[in-house]
């Protein structure tokens, strides 16, 4: 098993910097405020034959203000606490705070293995940037910069130094590659966070009963039912009006990349708003991107049963374009429905990435035509003549056929319900793509034998004789 080593440390001393750094990913998200970072998250680090895990925390405070700074404060202290080393990151221009004390008080309470690392030592003497940390009374502290990425290897040979495990570098680091990705989506405050907790059967997230508590995507890998699965929560996606800070534009591009990435993309309403035009707009994206998506109506429990009906019927007429999604009506806080909401998670990623044979294809194609032939274009009927799979993830059937370019979108949409119902393709969308068969014998001059050769002349000679017998 991989050792566990956990970044801490008092806000802004590049935490993140340094996870990004270690993992050669853009995971976490960087930039230059004060507890950006809030829910624990997990990276694979891998230097020089030797493996570990890698936890990013948020801040540690002295004097906790809010409840938001508590939760965080108790995420950093989970990662503490499964961490087989923990690395103290102090900002080594800054020197030694009161933060910093505080911080390592902690640690020590805590009895585990700290190394102190001086981040942000660009420019400086290493023991003129180690200097001040040796009062801690942890060890020689590791001068490094994160952001010119200098002294990581240095780093990496005293943080793996002695943890049993790290000699074990797997072939694949992190989760199993048939794992099912599933982002979670929806606007702030939705009720994303407490979703995945109830999956996962703890606090893992942070929920807060405020907009915008998520601000960077969180993967968390998950196993129900012998399946697989990494979770994506993301941050709330607001209407661009209404976006002004530069953190939130930056969460907002994460949560539209954990969309390009999944397999299967939760929708989260919430049943105590009205479906809002951004609903449309997010669960629209999810569509055209091809991914297979599951609507979630949490927050279910608290409606009253005469409202129900009406935003069923709401859900409906603002939703009409997405009859191909699972709808469930779910409380993530209690559990109700989350478990066949999960099931259809799975049904919809078999069904995105279903084989279809281009033999069982062709023949749905044919039964269509029986039962509605295409229009005709200037008197000539569109042929459309076998099908074939161009691609999963979504299910791509290719046509072909002759004036394709001309097949209206109606009848597109009529085929594409076709092939649903006859291969039950049910929670993923489709797209059906028509290509026009080129004319083999385009541009090519038919070679006359020497029989048609003399015929063709004989008949040009009686003709020229006819037109010279009528002018006499």
């Known amino acids: 098993m991989l050792p566990v080593v956990a970044l801490v440390g008092r806000p802004n001393v590049g935490k993140s910097t340094l996870f990004n750094a270690l993992t050669r990913t853009r995971d976490a998200l960087v930039a230059d405020v004060p ?4 829910d624990r998250k997990y990276g694979y680090v891998r230097h020089e034959g030797r493996s570990c895990v890698v936890i990013d925390t948020g801040g540690l405070v002295e004097t906790i203000v809010g409840s938001i700074e508590r939760l965080m404060a108790d995420q950093t202290l989970k990662a503490v606490e499964e961490a087989d080393r923990v690395l103290l990151v102090v900002d080594s221009r800054e020197g030694c705070t009161s933060q910093d004390l505080h911080v390592a008080e902690v640690l020590r309470r805590a009895g585990k293995s700290v190394l102190v690392v001086a981040n942000k030592a660009e420019g400086l003497d290493d023991d003129m940037a180690q200097a001040e ?6 060890g020689e502290p590791v001068a490094i910069s ?23 570098t797997p072939d694949v680091l992190g989760p199993a590659a048939d794992s099912i990705r599933v982002a979670v989506v929806g606007r702030p405050n939705v009720g994303k966070s407490t979703l995945i907790n109830r999956l ?77 035009e951004q609903d449309a707009s997010l669960m629209g994206l999810v569509a055209e991107q091809g991914r297979a998506l599951v609507i979630a109506i949490n927050k279910w429990d608290g409606i009253p049963p005469d409202q129900r009906n009406a935003i069923r019927d709401g859900l409906d007429l603002r939703l009409d374009f997405l009859r191909f999604a699972y709808v469930h009506f779910i409380s993530a806080r209690h559990g109700t429905g989350v478990g066949e909401m999960m099931e259809s998670v799975l049904k919809s990623y078999r069904a995105a990435m279903k084989e279809l044979p281009t033999k069982d294809l062709t023949r749905a194609l044919e039964q269509a035509l029986t039962i509605h032939q295409p229009p005709l274009v200037r008197g000539r009927r569109i042929k459309l003549r076998y099908a074939h799979q161009g691609g999963r993830n979504p299910p791509v059937v290719v046509i072909h056929g002759n004036q394709t370019q001309h097949v209206p979108d109606a009848y597109r949409r009529f085929l594409e319900n076709h092939f649903r119902e006859t291969f039950r393709l049910k929670g993923t969308p489709m797209r059906i793509q028509f290509r026009t068969d080129d004319n083999p014998f385009a541009g090519r001059r038919n070679e006359l034998t020497p029989r048609q050769v003399r015929s063709k002349k004989r008949q040009i000679s009686h003709f020229k004789g006819g037109k010279k017998g009528g002018k006499r």
């Open 200 to 276: 996962l059967g703890e606090e893992r997230l942070i929920a807060f009963d405020q907009p915008g508590t998520t601000r960077d995507t969180v993967e968390v890998p998950f196993e129900r039912d012998g399946k697989s699965y990494v979770l994506i929560d993301t941050a709330g996606v607001r209407r661009r009006a209404r976006v002004h800070e530069g953190i939130e534009k930056f969460s907002i591009v994460k949560t539209l990349q954990a969309i390009d990435r999944a397999n299967v993309v939760i929708g989260v309403l919430d049943a105590h708003d009205t479906i809002a």
């Open 35 to 38: 507890g950006l970072t809030r």
């Open 133 to 138: 940390f040796h009062r801690f009374g942890f």
């Open 146 to 168: 994160s952001a010119h990425k200098q002294g990581l290897d240095t780093l990496m040979e005293r943080a793996l130094e002695g943890l049993a495990g790290a000699t074990d």
